[in-house]
């Protein structure tokens, strides 16, 4: 996986961030629609979190993966607007009806199943599994991205297995 | 039965169900323009995630306004629902328009209390092959600019027409609260001054377009719009095909022919503008009850928010609202986006649905004496909530 490099000229910026935008934007927007439960929500969600990343990414210096350090950004992006005293309104709940329709590739009725399943989980648990499961994060890594400690991060993880093993009666994520 | 789930298998599965979302192509670009300080112009889209972030900005606006008139919002969103009732709001007649041969722009009213004035605004391509983009210049009023962050409409940054509205003609208007030096003047002169932007070369329209497709048709003469409000350019200093917002013309003057149009009226201090209508307390429905938090006129314009209680599934069958007069007949040519909200307020025990409206002020004269606030459920079954407004 490679690293955001240092201040450069402006083509090199460019280019780099172009690398980002390719490399990361369907796993942002996902994680975006899989946070906020609204397309378009997660489409504003996922820009925002690019500006961010243009405009920060002269900072970064390899503290962590470039993956967690966007997932990072990206969450905090969709926290500020589940913060907004309007957002504690919503019930956004999704039910499968309300998936946006599947593109060209053939999808069954486990699969909505599962997709359903996993934005039925209270947010916190989400964002863990999402970090963990879905975007290949470590559990420190997930830690990370979530601001919270190792342990806070493992028990999540562990509600959310649960929670979603209850969801979808009797299967299970792998528990490592 | 237990079935373990592999993280490959969890993501694929993700992946797959959630194939419809995909990455824009224009982003890395997109991104870059709101960085270098454009941005972009409000969609007129009416998904909820738009509507959302329309009415936060609207209930901010609100309150704002609320503190600057000293009529208090905040009372009618949550508390005491006594409704005042204020003097009719009077406008006055302008009836003027100003034509450069390729366009039109006209004002037929405005209001003036003191402290706000608002002027409706009809803008015309009078030859509507090709699109043009008209931009505000310049408002001053008795000499003195009003800046555009006071502005709190305008009509410009899409093409007229576009793929979306193929009327020549936009129909809005705007709304302004004066600065301080302004406030309490007995008359006021505007004067208006507007860019009109008609592209040179011939235009192809798409509502989506990779970056490779918009390169190629420009590449064969063509400027590329993309969707009623963004356009491609090729940038020699970035060595690349560029998107840019249509309020970016400014910047390719080399790629227009720009027509100017000024327009000056005189309107005098006149009515108050804040207004509250008296709608019945609680309408009752076959679906439960509803009632209205707030029907007003604001220095805004018309505002509505309706408050629903189900007591079936009625609320999950909405398939749309319109503003209707107390005929059922839907009140067209407001092309400004009603501010919309549906909120499912899931605290406590109150299921309610809230619907938001707003209409430009500038364009009240137009009301009809009933109008309604009416919800269309997906069987076409239709619950209106009419108030009277005169």
Redesign the interface.
Known sequence: MGNVTGPGTVPDR?QE??RL??EY??PV??MC??TLC???????A??ET??KI??TMDTFRGECSEKTWIMKIAVRTCYDMNR?G??R???RRVTPEM?????????DE???E??AA?LRLPLKLREAILLH??Q?LNVNETADALGISHSSASGRLKRGREKLKELL??????EP | ???????AE??E????????????PW??R???N??RGKEEPMKK?F????V??I??LA?SMSVGIATVTGWDVVRFLYGDRTVQKLPEVETFPVHTEVSSGGALLRVESAVYDGKHLAFDLYFENLEPDPPIECKLDELTANGIPVSAEKIVETIDNVWVPNLYDPNPFLQGGESVILPEELQGKEILHICLKVRIYRPIDPVYQSRELTPEEAAAKTEEGYLVIVDPYDFIVYREE?EGWQWDIAGGVTEYPEKFRIETLEIAFDVPKGSEVSRVFQPQPVYDTAHGTASYDVAAITDGGLRLTLRLHPEDDAFSRIRDFVLTDGDGTPLEGDRFIPDVHM?????GQDNALVFRYRWSLARLKDLPDTISLTCILEDGEQLAFPIQVR
């Open positions: 460019d961030f172009d935008v390719d934007q369907g927007l996902r629609y899989l609204d397309k378009t929500l997660a489409e504003d996922a820009q690019f500006l243009y405009r907004s309007w957002f309104f919503m019930n998936l946006p329709e599947p593109a060209a590739e053939e999808t486990s699969d909505t599962l997709t996993v499961h879905y290949g009666e009797g299967r299970e994520l792998y | 039965m237990s079935r373990k789930i592999s993280d969890f993501r599965t993700l992946d797959r169900r959630l194939s419809a979302l995909q990455p824009d982003m890395a997109k991104v870059r709101l960085a889209r998904s909820l995630g738009i959302i972030l009415a936060i209930i970035e909120r499912v307020n899931t605290d």
